[in-house]
């Protein structure tokens, strides 16, 4: 069993299954804008927060318009998705039902903006198990730093080393894990390329979250 104190989750491919939402959002935008994208933007665009794909786009691609100008211009083309149709992966509801009843106090880490992370969560019937919801453009860095994470912390009165981080990309993983959290990985089709790297740097793993129940208690 492994002892808690507190629970984080990324929400895109953890907790919902959205990461294709993303997949070639990266070139149409581009596209929209008259660029011409490269073979492989998609794909690091996927591995990417929006924060730093933004960033990305204006650095390589000259992207004109501040960052939230440019991170609203992507938000609108994949809005509808996430309010009424990307879906809860398998496992989750059972696992946060069973932290909730032990008294964890969870909340979400995401790249994705507050409003459409939050509609999404009600809609699935999950947002109420969450204390809150904080993103990456309120830390203004992603999850190549701990920020976003030490600010569940904050919000738990907990240690990273009592508290769980949920992720399905090695990026974030490793970034939880060089800050002393808990890192529990989960499977993501998305990051099946990494799936090696992200159960190396795991504390525990699992392609379904309902594999995940019974592992944990209160410390």
């Given at each position: 069993?492994?002892?808690?104190?507190?629970?984080?989750?990324?929400?895109?491919?953890?907790?919902?299954?959205?990461?294709?939402?993303?997949?070639?959002?990266?070139?149409?935008?581009?596209?929209?804008?008259?660029k011409t994208p490269r073979e492989d933007v998609d794909r690091r665009f996927c591995s990417m927060s929006v924060y730093d794909a933004v960033r990305f786009?204006?650095?390589?691609?000259?992207?004109?318009?501040?960052?939230?100008?440019?991170?609203?211009?992507?938000?609108?083309?994949?809005?509808?998705?996430?309010?009424?149709?990307?879906?809860?992966?398998?496992?989750?509801?059972?696992?946060?039902?069973?932290?909730?009843?032990?008294?964890?106090?969870?909340?979400?880490?995401?790249?994705?903006?507050?409003?459409?992370?939050?509609?999404?969560?009600?809609?699935?019937?999950?947002?109420?198990?969450?204390?809150?919801?904080?993103?990456?453009?309120?830390?203004?860095?992603?999850?190549?730093?701990?920020?976003?994470?030490?600010?569940?912390?904050?919000?738990?009165?907990?240690?990273?080393?009592?508290?769980?981080?949920?992720?399905?990309?090695?990026?974030?993983?490793?970034?939880?894990?060089?800050?002393?959290?808990?890192?529990?990985?989960?499977?993501?089709?998305?990051?099946?390329?990494?799936?090696?790297?992200?159960?190396?740097?795991?504390?525990?793993?699992?392609?379904?979250?309902?594999?995940?129940?019974?592992?944990?208690?209160?410390?």
């Amino acid at each position: 069993m492994i002892e808690i104190r507190g629970a984080i989750f990324d929400m895109d491919g953890t907790l919902t299954d959205s990461m294709q939402v993303w997949k070639t959002v990266g070139s149409e935008f581009l596209k929209s804008c008259g660029k011409t994208p490269r073979e492989d933007v998609d794909r690091r665009f996927c591995s990417m927060s929006v924060y730093d794909a933004v960033r990305f786009m204006k650095t390589e691609y000259g992207i004109e318009g501040s960052h939230d100008e440019v991170t609203d211009a992507i938000n609108r083309t994949v809005e509808h998705r996430y309010l009424h149709e990307v879906p809860l992966k398998d496992g989750v509801f059972e696992l946060l039902s069973e932290l909730d009843t032990i008294g964890i106090p969870m909340c979400v880490a995401t790249a994705t903006e507050k409003y459409m992370a939050d509609a999404a969560l009600r809609r699935l019937g999950v947002r109420h198990f969450f204390k809150e919801i904080f993103t990456s453009r309120e830390t203004g860095i992603g999850k190549e730093a701990p920020d976003i994470y030490l600010r569940g912390c904050s919000l738990f009165g907990t240690e990273p080393s009592d508290t769980a981080v949920f992720e399905d990309s090695f990026v974030a993983a490793g970034t939880a894990k060089r800050a002393g959290f808990i890192v529990a990985g989960l499977f993501d089709k998305s990051f099946e390329y990494k799936w090696d790297e992200v159960q190396k740097l795991s504390d525990i793993s699992a392609v379904n979250m309902r594999d995940m129940c019974g592992k944990f208690t209160k410390k």
